[in-house]
């Protein structure tokens, strides 16, 4: 499975964002999705994640209510919507693909990851 992550950029506190993975490979449309990110000195972080069907998500606390992930009707194309954006959401993000039919927020999970994309939120 290969993962594009691409959508990054620059934005002020409180603008929006739209992240896209673009997931290929024989089992792309099978693997639960999910987004993950890692700011300066901190550890990786699950932000959301969305099965492969696209009927079941699943959200960190600290994202819950501002991001929205989906998924197309193609199932390799998987969105991340980012609204409200405070300057603690300044990270690299990445997403990544696992064979769990559900989404977990656990790590060791998914095998196959995107390259990152940056993403800062000024204040």
């Known amino acids: 499975v290969q993962l594009q992550a691409s959508g990054g950029g620059l934005v002020q506190a409180g603008g929006s964002l739209s992240l896209s993975c673009t997931v290929g490979g024989r089992t792309a449309a099978r693997d639960t999705v999910s987004w993950f990110r890692q700011a300066p000195g901190k550890p990786r972080e699950f932000v959301a994640g969305i099965n492969w069907s696209g009927r079941s998500t699943a959200y960190s606390d600290s994202v819950k209510g501002r991001f929205t992930i989906t998924r197309d009707s193609t199932k390799t194309q998987v969105s991340l919507q980012m609204n409200g954006l405070k300057p603690e959401d300044t990270a690299m993000y990445y997403c990544?693909?696992?064979?769990?039919?559900?989404?977990?927020?656990?790590?060791?999970?998914?095998?196959?990851w995107g390259q990152g994309t940056l993403v800062t939120v000024s204040s």
């Open positions: 990544a693909a696992s064979r769990a039919l559900e989404t977990t927020t656990r790590e060791s999970a998914y095998v196959n």
